[in-house]
């Protein structure tokens, strides 16, 4: 079960976030908030600027204007890096992952990553790296696959390790680019169960972004929709769901 409301903190924060290409506004003052231990969905057509919003927020483009918080903190124009040691990471709509090592291998890298930036005069104990590494792979259930390279794993799989991945560089939050893109029916929910498992079970606050509207209405707790670089609704799915100027971006 997620957060009690009334009891959650900031985790995220934008305000009046912008950043436009040329004469496009792909996001024209957004200003949103996630909560610590919530699942936020950003959902809106082709277009709205979701991913942008982003590309913003984990540091690979700086907006224009406005301002980015994270755990309180102003960390408008951060670099990528400087916000995985903080805690945030990101999983893109491509599978980002290194082709030719193993799954095992895969997780490795981002364990020696995160530990040597958290911790650079540490002594690092390899077996205790490995020892990490299989206990992520146990938790997404890939500690099966340990073995295989990616290009030997299932569409649903790779997406799995690459959530793998960034929990490995043990986030207090997630930033999922369609993580339900080109899935079966089945590996949708085994990726609904993962996501789910990050907030109840693993303590890791979730921001989504995704097309499947009933994958969204299922694990969220809140729902922003964007359209046009703007916030046009945000609620609960229930209000999401009836609200006529969402069924009218939606519908047509």
């Given amino acids: 079960m997620g957060a009690v409301e009334g009891e959650r903190e900031e985790m995220l924060r934008t305000e009046g976030v912008k950043k436009h290409f040329g004469s496009v506004r792909a996001v024209d003052g957004v200003s949103m908030r996630v909560e610590r231990g919530e699942i936020v969905s950003l959902v809106g057509p082709n277009g709205a600027g979701k ?15 406005g301002r980015i918080y994270f755990l309180g903190r102003d960390v408008t124009g951060m670099r990528p890096s400087q916000l995985v040691r903080m805690g945030m990471a990101r999983c893109f709509q491509i599978s980002n992952v290194f082709e030719n090592l193993t799954v095992l291998e895969n997780l490795l890298a981002a364990v020696h990553s995160i530990e040597g ?6 002594r690092y104990d390899e077996e205790e790296a490995v020892e990490k590494a299989v206990r992520v792979l146990r938790e997404f259930g890939l500690d099966g696959k340990a073995h295989l390279t990616p290009k030997e794993l299932s569409h649903g799989d790779r997406k799995l390790l690459d959530v793998a991945i960034a929990y490995a560089l043990r986030p207090k939050m997630i930033l999922l680019d369609e993580p339900t893109a080109a899935m079966s029916v089945g590996e949708k929910r085994t990726t609904v169960g993962v996501i789910k498992k990050l907030r109840d079970q693993l303590g890791v606050t979730v921001l989504l972004v995704e097309h499947d509207l009933d994958v969204v209405y299922e694990v969220s707790d809140r729902i922003i929709v964007m359209h046009q670089g703007t916030v046009l609704a945000e609620g609960r799915p229930e209000e999401v769901r009836e609200n006529p100027k969402v069924r009218e971006v939606y519908l047509g």
Wanted: aromatic share 0%.
């Fill in 117 to 122: 930036s958290i911790s650079p005069l540490r």
């Fill in 51 to 65: 991913t942008t919003l982003l590309n913003l927020i984990s540091g690979l483009i700086r907006p224009d204007s």
